[in-house]
């Protein structure tokens, strides 16, 4: 497994601009594709982008598509998303997963390590 560690949550208004990090350790990064899903309370955890290993594809939920964007840099052994024009709905806990398989997954399910969350939320 990879150890995970994610950062750069925090209180934003709506409409603003945050980006998260996520820095991997314990294996080689760029065997593993990576993934951003979020969780609010009650609710499942529900996928929001992945990036294969290499860098070269990357997906988007829907509800993301055009304000939210996954990268990676694999030197830093780290994965980004950049989050623009947050909405009170985006208000979540956001993990960072990591994923041997190069089957672009978006079960939580299908991901082998997890970080331990950062909380972002968007006021109104």
């Known amino acids: 497994q990879v150890q995970l560690v994610e950062s750069g949550g925090g209180l934003v208004q709506a409409g603003g601009s945050l980006r998260l990090s996520c820095l991997a350790s314990?294996?080689?990064?760029?065997?593993?594709?990576m993934a951003w899903f979020r969780q609010t309370p009650g609710l499942e955890r529900d996928f929001v982008a992945r990036i294969s290993g290499s860098g070269g594809r990357t997906y988007h939920a829907d509800s993301v598509t055009g304000r939210f964007t996954i990268s990676r840099d694999n030197v830093k052994n780290t994965v980004y998303l950049q989050m623009m024009s947050l909405k009170p709905e985006d208000t979540a806990v956001y993990y960072c997963?990591?994923?041997?398989?190069?089957?672009?997954?978006?079960?939580?399910?299908?991901?082998?390590?997890w970080g331990q969350g950062t909380q972002v939320t968007v006021s109104s």
């Open positions: 314990g294996r080689t990064f760029s065997n593993y594709a």
């Open positions: 997963a990591a994923d041997r398989s190069p089957v672009p997954n978006i079960s939580p399910s299908d991901y082998d390590s």
